[in-house]
């Protein structure tokens, strides 16, 4: 049995069924999430003696294998295949900032969106992952921290796939890392990215859980949106904007929109001012960051000149903007590079 795979309830009863008292649960579950242990010499003292034999005899912490690593040259990036039990591979990407540690998480292997820019959709769909695998890259991000002395501050689900399609299982991952019995983290530093799924957004809404919500904008005509991100086609940008003013209004939270700048295709004074005319009225913060090449798509980061012109539409109209520092690029761990791309594979 491996602790790391189940829920709290499940984890309750498992001890309901070893006649174990319901409070242990309790203290086992804040060990496994605010400790992260690596094997079962740190259980608490308080445990009765023959609970931590049995656990230590009978469960594991076990987590994916990692199969391949790479560190960028700094070593404030790195990237980690994990295998999951099936065979299917995810990458994290763990990222080192001064005062911040974040993760990159992924949400399902390959993704059905098919965003012509983007290594995973280009991959195409696999599966879903399960709630205990999506925790898992986030205990494996912790784990990977705490070795170094550090400690994860944030996280992202950026990585693989996309998690408003994976509802149930991103939230309930979700749930059990925010639980306050247990590790407790802090919802508005988790973000979700989306491209856009409409329902899932208004659900999110409604959600006791208050994390960050980003979207994958990245152009803002139908036209051209259509042929970059055919979900477009489905959830159109009348129906997203409509999408997140509700959103808003009922989180009071600004959302943060991505543009993943391309030459000469998004990166114009056109997009910029398309932008505007949609998101004027909407508390946005617009997140700009260069494109990163992948392998089937001809599209090339855009020019200083581009960039400089695109930011001084936003001025103008006061939209808060930041320019995303890229990050693990010659590790292929940059944005939208998630793939198989470990040397063995
Ligand atoms: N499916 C979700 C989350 C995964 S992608 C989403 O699309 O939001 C995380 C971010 O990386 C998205 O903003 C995505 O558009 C961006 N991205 C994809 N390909 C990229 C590339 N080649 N260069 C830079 N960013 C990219």
């Known amino acids: 049995m491996n602790l790391y795979a189940l829920?709290?309830?499940a984890l309750e009863a498992l001890f309901a069924a070893w006649g174990v008292a319901p409070i242990h649960a309790q203290t086992v579950w804040k060990w496994l999430y605010r400790q992260t242990p690596l094997d079962f010499t740190s259980l608490p003292d308080t445990l009765p003696r023959h609970l931590q034999v049995r656990l230590a005899a009978e469960t594991t912490l076990?987590?994916?294998d990692v199969v391949a690593s790479q560190?960028?040259?700094d070593g404030m990036t790195r990237k980690d295949l994990l295998q999951l039990a099936d065979g299917q591979r995810v990458e994290v990407v763990i990222m080192r900032y001064r005062h911040r540690h974040s993760a990159c998480i992924s949400t399902q292997v390959g993704c059905a969106c098919d965003c012509r820019f983007c290594a995973t959709g280009q991959m195409g769909f696999v599966r879903h992952l399960t709630a205990a695998e999506i925790v898992a890259?986030?205990?494996?991000?912790q784990r990977t921290l705490r070795a170094g002395g550090q400690s994860l501050t944030n996280f992202v689900l950026m990585g693989m796939g996309e998690p408003l399609l994976n509802y149930e299982h991103t939230l309930d991952a979700l749930r059990r890392l925010c639980d306050p019995r247990g590790m407790g983290f802090v919802e508005r530093r988790i973000t979700l990215s989306t491209v856009g799924i409409v329902p899932g957004i208004l659900r999110l809404a409604e959600e006791p859980l208050r994390i960050s919500l980003a979207v994958s904008?990245?152009?803002?005509?139908?036209?051209?949106?259509?042929t970059l991100m055919p979900i477009n086609r489905r959830y159109p940008l009348d129906e997203l904007c409509r999408a997140l003013r509700t959103y808003t209004a009922i989180t009071q939270r600004r959302v943060m929109l991505e543009w993943v700048l391309i030459d000469g295709v998004n990166a114009t004074r056109e997009?910029?001012?398309a932008l505007v005319a949609h998101f004027a009225d909407i508390p946005v913060h617009v997140n700009l960051i260069q494109l990163n090449p992948t392998p089937e798509y001809a599209g090339q980061p855009a020019s200083p000149e581009a960039v400089e012109a695109f930011i001084a539409v936003l001025e103008h109209a006061g939209i808060p903007h930041t320019m995303r520092q890229r990050r693990g690029a010659p590790i292929a761990a940059a944005c939208g590079q998630l793939r198989r791309r470990f040397p063995e594979n």
């Not at 890259?137 to 991000?141: K, L, P, R, T, Y």
């Not at 904008?217 to 259509?226: G, P, S, V, Y």
């Open 71 to 73: 560190v960028s040259a």
């Open 217 to 226: 904008l990245h152009t803002a005509t139908d036209a051209l949106r259509d």
């Open 137 to 141: 890259q986030v205990i494996h991000a």
């Open 271 to 273: 997009q910029a001012e």
């Open 62 to 64: 076990s987590l994916p």
């Open 7 to 9: 829920d709290f309830a």
